[in-house]
């Protein structure tokens, strides 16, 4: 029988979602598979976070695409992003805490195009007069991983609701980044 390797990320990416301390021998039981199997497609954890890495990188990168950050007002661009993040912002927020991913020689080179595209989206809403200028794009891009991150997390647990999660974010990020006029 063939593994589907799309589905054991998927499941192992649901899974750690909700508990990042799980073992292998649990991703394997929720994959369906045995810990055998799960070893021969994946080493060892760091094997699987890095293949969940790419996925997650990936899946970043269909939302930039679909978000359309070059078109509208910058705000506009946030709100459709933040609503294209909001189907894997668990992955994403798993993998934000998965420090080895961002130490060392061996960073993936994807994450820093996602840090250049997100940060040229600030930088135009400062630049087209709609977002503070104090504060600087790679803040605004790190608040709003926090920001995503913190949803997830908030709606993973059952202590806030799905569809709110858009909302949230973006009304607390764009609350404090756009600009007000002075009185």
Request: cysteine-free; glycine content about 8%.
């Given at each position: 029988m063939a593994v589907d390797r799309d589905h054991v990320l998927r499941t192992a990416a649901a899974l750690l979602?909700?508990?990042s301390t799980a073992t292998m021998d649990e991703v394997a039981k929720a994959a369906g598979i045995?810990?055998?199997?799960?070893?021969?497609?994946?080493?060892?954890?760091?094997a699987l976070v890095r293949a969940l890495e790419s996925l997650g990188i990936a899946e970043c990168e269909a939302?930039?695409?679909?978000?359309?950050l070059d078109e509208g007002p910058a705000s506009d661009a946030v709100r459709r992003l933040v609503a294209a993040v909001e189907p894997v912002a668990g992955l994403l927020a798993f993998l934000y805490?998965?420090?080895q991913l961002f130490e060392g020689e061996e960073q993936n080179a994807g994450w820093a195009l996602i840090d250049d595209r997100i940060?040229?989206?600030?930088?135009?809403?400062?630049l087209g007069g709609e977002f503070r200028i104090d504060l600087?794009?790679?803040w605004l891009t790190e608040a709003l991983y926090g920001l995503l991150a913190s949803g997830a997390w908030l709606v993973q647990s059952g202590k806030g609701?799905?569809?709110d999660?858009?909302?949230?974010?973006?009304?607390?990020?764009?609350?404090?980044?756009?600009?007000?006029?002075e009185s």
């Open positions: 979602t909700r508990k045995s810990r055998a199997t799960l070893h021969r497609h994946f080493a060892g954890r760091d939302a930039l695409d679909a978000a359309r805490s998965e420090n940060s040229a989206l600030f930088r135009r809403g400062q600087t794009p790679a609701a799905p569809k999660f858009p909302h949230m974010v973006v009304e607390l990020l764009l609350g404090g980044a756009l600009r007000r006029e």
